[in-house]
């Protein structure tokens, strides 16, 4: 049996209208029982999502003890539905309530928060006022237990069937709404996913209701082949794995990939699609699929404001430690890195600047490396990388030879190439402001001929 | 002032034509004060190498306590001059002697030494012959020192000081031989250099007497752009740098690259060139060069036999330290690994098969791989390396495209890449069995139209 959880973004639920267009979603098919949401975005270009409202509103009231920014969030929910008056003054004296608690450790995460739990109540009351049997379900009644904090916050996978079983004891209502980027910490207090957590919690949904499909809607059809911001006319992928996936996500891709976690290997088909084009197919991403004989690669990414330190020593093909050194180095200073490479007697480490930000931090890199391995010369060159992603470079030769050809012919000069971790991807290093032109000749060394959109 | 270090090989002196070949070389510039010999190598295709007639007298001595092998040793110098029988009589003595001592440590370092010692010996008799002002320079009289042993045995650099200064004292004599080969440890103990090292200890006596040249002098005309057994018609490589050298070098390159330390950036030319056509000009080695502006790669090595274990894990981007633990699996075992590569999911160590040939260590590895990484599955893969080399490619957009097309056009499918470690070479991995067709392609892709030999 199909069950579709769906999960709606922002400006999909950012005016009644929008959200009209999610609920007509929703009947369309019954077996769409599970509505996660986000709180109402962008109504216009230039608008204020009410999520960075929220974050205003926390560091006001903690200023001055009130708070304008609170004021435009109830606002907007009142906008919604200007009938609900009971709901909207609830909503106030609840929002009120959280910015109070100012002195507590999840004060910003609480207030932050608020913005999908209202989201939910007022779709809930929108859908019952259609006369839909529905129900909110809240992340504390669901029991999902959020792990970690910051960046590092996660859903704590042990809470998944105690969320399942909740769900399937409300099976008398058509449609359960649940707020999606939030859950509560062991010690009951809310805590948020990383910003774009609710497609995290639509996954958390997917897996605990057992589904079938897990929809996120947004206002686009679909994931393309190629950032159209670079490449206007760049194609909707139409289906791919969640690991060539994980490949375009890792850099610059819309979808947050830590939402791939509880679906991934569950036989679950995530599906990014439009709102407001709900008759356009998107993009569907699964476990496994048929790669049509013809094809060559899903996609290619990039992104831009790596740093590569290399470092050149006479024979260091025979020191036994030096890359453990050299990653050593970034270890202890609690970097992630992204490549290692390795030549007769030189390596470089590659590290993302946006890790690099705390003042001083690439100069003690730098110092660490000097000192671990102490190399004869060092060469640091800032670089962007793309990543060329597909399980279909596996069945033709000229993958390398069509992507270097057009590198060539755009005058791209390749930095760095790493390749051979696994069969679906390989990645490309040029010039920061080479890289648009890069990400252009890629695309059209493979999709010049196939425009849609 | 010009000074010539020239050292020559087995071939060069494995009869007394080829030994007056090399001295009309000697003669024919006064610049080249030292000669450096080897032991006679092989005289005809199959013939056996003194050396290898020396470890197998060692291995003889010290299960019968005589050996036949000893004796062919005397016969073959004795081949070379028949009337020194006082010189060959009393070698014949000195190699019992060393054979006699059967239980030193160094008993068949000491043996397998000897072949370059009685070469020098003979080639010191045959230069007074002539008339020539010769004296040979005995390792222990020069305070040749080796340390470490084994593979791992090499010169000590701290030695090049007092080897100049006895050379310099020998100034009175138009040429001074040197066996090379071996030295003494700080026992005072001989010592031998790992295979090939006749080449390091030129290259120590090219140092140390401050000499701008090192001619090595084989049986070929330098060295060529690609291996000539899988390209018959590659190009010799007029001259490159050492750096480009050793690029070349870490793969089936014919030059021990072991013998670079002594002389790289000391603004020594190592030459490679040959006793039966000593007009050819041969392959240069130097610190710096000028590249052509039409210059792409100065040549494609290969080596076969490696592995590849790759490893799929969700969020290995986000693990802080897998790397670090990957490679301390290798470095615990004491192999050194020849690559890492860094996908989005995934991660590879690239290891070479010749150290893994230890009953049960490949077994050890992956064992170490998945305690330490915990990966959710693994990959192996035998393939061969290509390394593309030279300095020319940052001048041109078109190396990779080159390179990569030519692979495509051949069918050789591309298994790994690594590239960026420094500006003047990239790894390509292929399977073993399509390594051959690999560099062919590669080679005529950068100089089919330049037969030249």
Redesign the interface.
């Known amino acids: 049996m199909a069950i579709f959880v769906c999960k709606f973004g922002g400006t999909s639920l950012a005016t009644l209208p929008q959200i009209d267009k999610a609920i007509d979603i929703m009947l369309a098919d019954k077996s769409r029982r599970f509505m996660v949401v986000s709180a109402p975005g962008a109504r216009f270009k230039g608008d204020v999502k009410v999520t960075d409202l929220l974050i205003r509103a926390a560091a006001e009231y903690r200023l001055t003890g009130r708070s304008e920014s609170a004021d435009q969030v109830v606002e907007r929910f009142r906008e919604i539905v200007p009938e609900a008056t009971e709901l909207c003054e609830r909503l106030h004296k609840e929002l009120l309530e959280r910015l109070a608690e100012k002195e507590a450790d999840n004060h910003e995460e609480a207030v932050k928060a608020f913005g999908e739990y209202g989201s939910a109540c007022v779709v809930e009351a929108i859908l019952k006022k259609k006369g839909i049997s529905a129900q909110m379900a809240e992340p504390r009644e669901l029991g999902l237990t959020i792990i970690g904090s910051g960046h590092n916050a996660r859903p704590d996978a042990k809470c998944y069937a105690k969320i399942g079983k909740v769900l399937r004891s409300m099976k008398g209502f058509d449609i359960i709404v649940v707020p999606g980027f939030y859950g509560y910490d062991n010690a009951g207090n809310i805590q948020t996913l990383p910003r774009g957590g609710s497609d995290t919690s639509g996954a958390v949904v997917a897996r605990a209701a057992g589904a079938t499909h897990y929809e996120n809607w947004t206002d686009e059809n679909g994931l393309r082949r190629a950032d159209p911001r670079i490449v206007p006319h760049a194609a909707t992928i139409p289906e791919m794995t969640y690991?060539e996936a994980?490949?375009l996500a890792?850099m610059g891709f819309k979808l947050q990939d830590a939402c791939?976690?509880p679906i991934?290997g569950n036989n679950i088909v995530l599906s990014v699609r439009n709102t407001n084009n709900p008759d356009h197919p998107g993009t569907r991403i699964m476990d496994t699929r048929t790669v049509a004989p013809e094809e060559r690669i899903v996609g290619v990414a990039c992104e831009q404001n790596f740093v590569?330190i290399?470092m050149?020593k006479?024979?260091i093909?025979?020191e036994?430690?030096f890359?453990?050194k050299m990653?050593?180095v970034s270890?202890k200073l609690?970097?992630?890195?992204?490549?290692?490479?390795?030549?007769?007697?030189?390596?470089?480490l590659?590290l993302a600047r946006k890790y690099l930000k705390e003042e001083g931090m690439f100069d003690k890199v730098v110092k660490g490396l000097k000192k671990a391995c102490r190399p004869e010369a060092m060469?640091i060159r800032d670089m962007a990388l793309l990543?060329v992603a597909g399980f279909g470079m596996q069945n033709h030769?000229?993958v390398?030879?069509r992507?270097?050809?057009a590198?060539?012919?755009a005058?791209?000069?390749?930095?760095?190439?790493?390749?051979?971790?696994?069969d679906?991807?390989?990645?490309v290093?040029v010039d920061n402001e080479q890289a648009a032109a890069a990400v252009k000749a890629v695309y059209d060394a493979f999709y010049s001929e196939q425009f849609q959109s």
């Open positions: 690991d994980r490949e890792y791939f976690e991934k590569s290399g050149r006479l024979y093909d025979k036994v430690g890359g453990r990653l050593g270890e609690g970097l992630p890195y992204e490549h290692t490479l390795d030549g007769v007697d030189s390596a470089a590659l060469m990543s030769f000229d390398h030879a992507t270097f050809s590198l060539a012919e005058k791209v000069a390749v930095r760095m190439i790493d390749e051979g971790a696994d679906l991807s390989f990645f290093g």
